[in-house]
C-alpha cells in the first residue's frame, strides 16, 4: 500500500468504531523523497539525537544517520519482525553504534532526550500523542508528522514537496504569572505579568504600579521569547519595551530595549536603553490586586 491508497483508507475507516482504527496503524513506509525532506526539515546539528514513534523498517532514522555523522537515533516500534530488519540494517550500514531500534508502544517511549521525533502513524493515535509530546518533550524539541496533524496545535512550518509534512517546536510553558523589576526613569519598578499559552500562541498582561498594560507581538518559539509592551509608567511618561529571552523552568534571563514615546516622535529617535531582564515565577495574583485608586 502506498500513503496515498493509506490516506483513502483512513478516511473510509474513520466512519468505523474507535476500537477498530485504534488497533489499526499499518506499516506502510514513508517514500525516499518524504524520508529526504523530513531530515531536511529537521534541520539537524552535531550531537542531536531523532526519535521515530512507530519506526517500521527503521528508514527515517538510518537516513538521518547517515546524512549527519554526529546524529544519533532509536526507533520504536511494536512490530518485532520490523524491529529486527532496523537493527539488521543498521548493522550492514555501520550505523549500529548511533542507531538503535527497539520494540515497544510509542505511548512508552522515553522522549525526554530527543531533539527531534517523527511521527507517521493513524491520525486518531497521532493526536493522542499530543499530550505526550507537551509534557514530556523537552522545549524547543522538533516534532515532524506526515499527513496527519497533533488535533488542535498548529504546526509551525508546512512542507507540500512531497507528501504533507507537519513540522512544530515544542513551546516552552509561560502560562501564569511571572513577577521582575527594571530601573527605568530613575527608579526601580516591579512589572507583575500573567501570560495565557495556548501551545506557541499567548496572551499577555501587566500590571505596574497602578498601570496595566497588554503585550502585544508575542512571540514563542521553543525556549525563546520576545513582546513588546507599550505602558504609561508613573512619573515617566508613555514607555515602549521591547523584551526578548530565553526560558529556563521557572526563570526568564533576557534583555529589555526602552524607549520613551513621545507624540510623533519615531521610537529609534528616543532615549532607548537597553537593561538586562529576568523575570521569575511568581504567586498567582498580584496582577489581579486591587488599584487602590479611589473612584469618586
Ligand atoms: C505508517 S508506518 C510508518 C513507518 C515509518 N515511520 C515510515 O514513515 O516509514 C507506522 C508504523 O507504526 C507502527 N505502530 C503502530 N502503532 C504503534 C504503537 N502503538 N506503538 C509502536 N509502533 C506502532 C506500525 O507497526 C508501523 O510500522
Known amino acids: 500500500m502506498r500513503w496515498w491508497q493509506w490516506v483513502a483508507l483512513c478516511a473510509a475507516m474513520a466512519a468505523g468504531t474507535a476500537q477498530a482504527q485504534e488497533r ?24 542531536e539525537t531523532v526519535i521515530d514513534l512507530g519506526s517500521g523498517d527503521g528508514r527515517i532514522v538510518l537516513a538521518a544517520a547517515r546524512a549527519h555523522s554526529g546524529v544519533r537515533g532509536e526507533g520504536v516500534d511494536l512490530d518485532d519482525g520490523l524491529v529486527r530488519k532496523s537493527n539488521e540494517a543498521a548493522q550492514t550500514a555501520g550505523l549500529a553504534g548511533r542507531v538503535h531500534f527497539r520494540r515497544g508502544d510509542v505511548f512508552d517511549a522515553d522522549i525526554s532526550k530527543a531533539d527531534v ?14 499530550p505526550k509530546i507537551l509534557h514530556e518533550a523537552k522545549p524547543g524539541t522538533r516534532v515532524i508528522t506526515g499527513i496527519w496533524g497533533l488535533g488542535r496545535w498548529r504546526p509551525d ?34 512589572y507583575d505579568a500573567v501570560f495565557d499559552q495556548h501551545f506557541q500562541d499567548a496572551e499577555g498582561f501587566v500590571r505596574a504600579g497602578n498601570r496595566r498594560g497588554s503585550f502585544q507581538d508575542i512571540r514563542l518559539e521553543g525556549r525563546e521569547i520576545s513582546f513588546v509592551l507599550d505602558m504609561t509608567l508613573e512619573g515617566a511618561g508613555r514607555m515602549r ?24 516622535r519615531d521610537e529609534e529617535a528616543g532615549d532607548a536603553v537597553v537593561l538586562p531582564w529576568q523575570a521569575t515565577r511568581a504567586a498567582a495574583g498580584a496582577y489581579l490586586g486591587h488599584s487602590g485608586q479611589a473612584v469618586r
Open 117 to 130: 521525533i517523527f511521527i507517521w502513524l493513524w491520525p486518531e493515535i497521532m493526536r493522542m500523542l499530543r
Open 24 to 47: 489499526f496503524s499499518p506499516f506502510i513506509p514513508s517514500d525516499a523523497l518524504s524520508v529526504e525532506r523530513m531530515v531536511a526539515l529537521a534541520g539537524l546539528r552535531d550531537g
Open 241 to 264: 519595551h521591547r523584551f526578548s529571552g530565553h526560558v529556563e523552568g521557572e526563570t526568564i534571563t533576557g534583555t529589555v530595549r526602552v524607549v520613551t514615546l513621545q507624540g510623533e
Open 157 to 190: 512550518r508546512i512542507d507540500d514537496v512531497s507528501m504533507r509534512l507537519n513540522l512544530w517546536v515544542v513551546p516552552a510553558q509561560i502560562g501564569g504569572d511571572w513577577r521582575w523589576t527594571l530601573p527605568v526613569a530613575g527608579r526601580p519598578r516591579t
